[in-house]
């Protein structure tokens, strides 16, 4: 267990891989309403700033730095997965007569590098691939490299000052990093100010266009997924740039997308059908809509392409999008100071009582008050707290039980022995009042009913959440 990244990290790992394990499609598979969406409001921005495609952007990269050289310029590509696109790369490069190239492909699944090796093998590239099986949070660097390429995977990353220290001291001195990822909430989930213009457009929805893709329900209200529940799925996806910012200087900034990500995903975004045109028409103004918000700070991007550099370089981005305009102000719950929707909504069993009150989504509390591995919720203090009183339920039944660590934005404030039967724990925590801090409570015990033969069950389960009581 790599006890360095928490309890469950191992657990992760194995999720992570099992994901994606089998496959063979990393980055296709999109609804044609994220085609439509691109095209009308990526593209366009991205020409604005003299680039014709992402793609086309790291192969010129790549380019510019092996001209000239009388050696290979070395490319790292940061979670190669099948190595499908690095192949394309090498593919264009050769097509333009540039040949100098080797790309190292780092990737922790072997059943992916076995397929990217087969690839290269195939199209003759061979020679100029490099097979690296590591986790980046605990990949040591071993060569100097030329272009790193993270496309669609720091989102994944748990240790992103150990990856970016790595990445930043074997860049060469005109090296770049290519950053094409996501840098919205952690979980991929939405802000509350987000949250709340994504609701209200829900509700204007037919029911055709609601209809979840892995469930087969139709959701009449939109579930705001916490995705990095099991694996590393947005694990610290909001941590993405603005951590980046500390270890390295952008030159060329597209920072986009927020409102229109549910619309355009996996599991809503084949309801739309790009033939239909008021489905058509809804896509492009979803997409206006958030460009709009955007501009006007309302709202933070979930989306970013760039470069970076080890040393500071005069700056392109588009329009008023700097990298300090999105990166989004994590320390407090509602960057316009109120909560715009009904707070106690957020938490209809009242499992939060006395001087504070839930203001977002419970994430880990199933709806029959069961909780899982990890629970997260922000919550408002009302009055200045002095102390959290812990009700949780244990069944005789439950193979085992241990213990429950509490954390306050991020840092562990206690851990309390949980055993069979009603537990109350009083813990000291200080909480000036009007404040909003996100509330963590972390088990390192937990079951499978059906899996252990002790139920029907097959959710993970720890415990029962009997309430949270916020003390003056």
Same mark, same amino acid.
């Given at each position: 267990? &790599?006890?360095?990244h928490?309890?469950?990290?191992?657990?992760?790992?194995?999720a992570?891989?099992?994901?994606?394990?089998?496959?063979?499609?990393?980055?296709?598979?999109?609804?044609?309403? +994220?085609?439509?969406?691109?095209?009308?409001?990526?593209?366009p !921005?991205?020409?604005?700033?003299?680039?014709?495609?992402i793609?086309?952007l790291?192969?010129?990269?790549? +380019? !510019?730095?092996?001209?000239?050289?009388?050696?290979? %310029?070395?490319?790292?590509?940061?979670?190669?997965?099948? =190595?499908?696109?690095?192949?394309?790369?090498?593919?264009?490069?050769?097509?333009a007569?540039?040949?100098?190239?080797?790309?190292?492909?780092?990737?922790?699944?072997?059943?992916?590098?076995k397929?990217? $090796?087969a %690839?290269?093998a195939e199209?003759?590239?061979?020679?100029?691939?490099?097979h690296?099986?590591?986790?980046?949070?605990?990949?040591?660097?071993?060569?100097?490299?030329?272009?790193?390429v993270?496309?669609?995977?720091?989102?994944?990353v748990l240790?992103?000052? &150990?990856?970016?220290?790595?990445?930043?001291?074997?860049?060469?001195?005109? =090296?770049?990093?290519?950053?094409?990822?996501?840098? /919205?909430?952690?979980?991929h989930?939405r802000?509350p100010?987000?949250?709340?213009?994504?609701?209200?457009?829900?509700a204007?929805?037919?029911?055709e266009?609601?209809?979840?893709? #892995?469930?087969?329900?139709?959701?009449?209200?939109?579930?705001?997924?916490?995705?990095?529940?099991e @694996?590393?799925?947005?694990i610290?996806?909001?941590?993405?740039?603005?951590?980046?910012?500390?270890?390295?200087?952008?030159?060329?900034?597209?920072?986009?997308g927020?409102?229109?990500?549910?619309?355009?995903d996996?599991?809503?975004?084949h309801n739309?059908?790009?033939?239909?045109?008021?489905?058509r028409?809804?896509?492009d &103004?979803? /997409?206006?809509?958030?460009?709009?918000?955007?501009?006007? /700070?309302?709202?933070?991007?979930?989306?970013?392409? $760039?470069?970076?550099?080890?040393?500071?370089?005069?700056?392109?981005?588009?329009?008023?999008?700097?990298?300090a305009?999105s990166?989004?102000?994590?320390?407090v719950?509602?960057?316009?100071?109120?909560?715009?929707?009904?707070?106690? =909504?957020?938490?209809?069993?009242?499992?939060?009582?006395?001087? /504070?009150?839930?203001?977002g989504r419970m994430?880990?509390?199933?709806?029959?008050?069961?909780?899982g591995?990890?629970?997260?919720?922000?919550?408002?203090?009302?009055?200045?707290?002095a102390?959290?009183?812990?009700s949780?339920?244990?069944?005789?039944?439950?193979?085992?039980? @241990?213990?429950l660590?509490? @954390?306050?934005?991020?840092t562990?404030?206690?851990?309390?022995? #949980?055993?069979?039967?009603?537990?109350?724990?009083?813990?000291?925590?200080?909480?000036? +009042?009007?404040?909003?801090a996100?509330?963590?409570?972390?088990?390192?015990?937990?079951?499978?009913?059906?899996?252990?033969?002790?139920g029907?069950?097959?959710?993970?389960?720890?415990?029962v959440?009997?309430?949270?009581?916020?003390?003056?």
């Amino acid at each position: 267990m &790599h006890r360095a990244h928490g309890l469950g990290y191992d657990e992760r790992i194995q999720a992570e891989q099992e994901t994606f394990a089998a496959q063979l499609d990393l980055h296709g598979s999109l609804p044609e309403s +994220a085609h439509r969406w691109s095209a009308q409001h990526m593209v366009p !921005k991205l020409h604005a700033l003299g680039v014709s495609s992402i793609d086309q952007l790291i192969v010129d990269e790549i +380019a !510019k730095r092996a001209a000239g050289l009388r050696r290979d %310029a070395v490319v790292l590509s940061l979670g190669s997965g099948n =190595g499908d696109q690095e192949l394309s790369w090498l593919r264009s490069l050769r097509e333009a007569g540039v040949r100098n190239v080797r790309i190292r492909l780092l990737e922790f699944n072997p059943d992916m590098q076995k397929r990217a $090796a087969a %690839a290269a093998a195939e199209l003759g590239f061979g020679d100029r691939v490099e097979h690296v099986v590591a986790d980046f949070n605990v990949w040591r660097a071993d060569a100097d490299h030329d272009v790193v390429v993270a496309y669609q995977v720091l989102h994944h990353v748990l240790d992103l000052e &150990h990856l970016y220290g790595q990445v930043r001291d074997s860049l060469t001195t005109d =090296g770049v990093l290519v950053v094409h990822d996501m840098i /919205g909430r952690n979980g991929h989930r939405r802000w509350p100010e987000a949250l709340e213009v994504v609701e209200r457009i829900w509700a204007t929805l037919p029911a055709e266009l609601r209809r979840n893709a #892995i469930t087969g329900a139709v959701d009449d209200t939109y579930d705001d997924v916490d995705c990095a529940i099991e @694996g590393f799925e947005g694990i610290r996806a909001q941590d993405v740039l603005p951590v980046l910012l500390d270890y390295l200087h952008p030159s060329f900034f597209l920072a986009l997308g927020n409102v229109i990500d549910p619309f355009v995903d996996r599991i809503y975004g084949h309801n739309f059908d790009m033939g239909n045109e008021v489905h058509r028409s809804l896509i492009d &103004h979803i /997409g206006t809509l958030d460009d709009t918000l955007i501009d006007l /700070g309302v709202l933070t991007p979930t989306r970013l392409t $760039a470069l970076f550099h080890p040393t500071p370089q005069p700056l392109r981005a588009y329009g008023s999008r700097t990298p300090a305009r999105s990166v989004r102000d994590t320390s407090v719950f509602d960057p316009a100071g109120r909560v715009s929707f009904q707070p106690r =909504g957020t938490d209809p069993a009242g499992l939060v009582s006395g001087s /504070g009150v839930a203001v977002g989504r419970m994430n880990g509390v199933f709806p029959d008050h069961w909780a899982g591995r990890t629970v997260q919720f922000p919550v408002l203090s009302t009055a200045a707290v002095a102390t959290l009183r812990l009700s949780v339920y244990v069944p005789d039944w439950m193979p085992r039980t @241990g213990n429950l660590a509490i @954390g306050i934005d991020g840092t562990i404030v206690a851990t309390v022995d #949980i055993a069979h039967g009603l537990t109350e724990r009083t813990v000291p925590v200080a909480l000036p +009042a009007h404040r909003t801090a996100e509330l963590t409570l972390s088990s390192d015990w937990w079951v499978n009913p059906a899996l252990a033969g002790t139920g029907d069950d097959r959710r993970t389960l720890s415990y029962v959440l009997v309430g949270v009581s916020w003390e003056s």
